[in-house]
Nanobody, 115 residues
Framework: EVQLVESGGGMVQPGGSLRLSCTGS????????MSWARQAPGNGPERVAT????????YYVDSVKGRFAIAKDNAKNTLYLQMDSLKPEDTALYYC???WGTGRVGQGTQVTVSS
């Protein structure tokens, strides 16, 4: 059974940082591309970052470039998203995705940016 377990969300003030983690099991983590996506209330899902299976190719949506960093530790079956300089518009449910889509498997982790 494919499982994705996200953690690390929380509430932070604008300008703050969070590091999200996603641990995968039930599939060959080391040979798949992985993404982080988010969905804010009333909005559709948005893919914010993708990393290829080996970590050699990375994509970011324009709104997070220079602020977010995706990383993949194949030895630990874990995907990370370092989020710096957070803005209120980053508030959303964040979740990891196998591949380049936006379909949610796990529970996700809530990120709220508010003063």
């Amino acid at each position: 059974e494919v499982q994705l377990v996200e953690s690390g969300g929380g509430m932070v003030q604008p300008g703050g940082s969070l590091r999200l983690s996603c641990t995968g099991s039930g599939f060959p983590f080391h040979i798949v591309d992985m993404s982080w996506a988010r969905q804010a209330p009333g909005n559709g899902p948005e893919r914010v970052a993708t990393i290829n299976y080996a970590g050699a190719e990375i994509y970011y949506v324009d709104s997070v470039k220079g602020r977010f960093a995706i990383a993949k530790d194949n030895a630990k079956n874990t995907l990370y998203l370092q989020m710096d300089s957070l803005k209120p518009e980053d508030t959303a449910l964040y979740y990891c995705v196998i591949g380049w889509g936006t379909g949610r498997v796990g529970q996700g982790t809530q990120v709220t940016v508010s003063s």
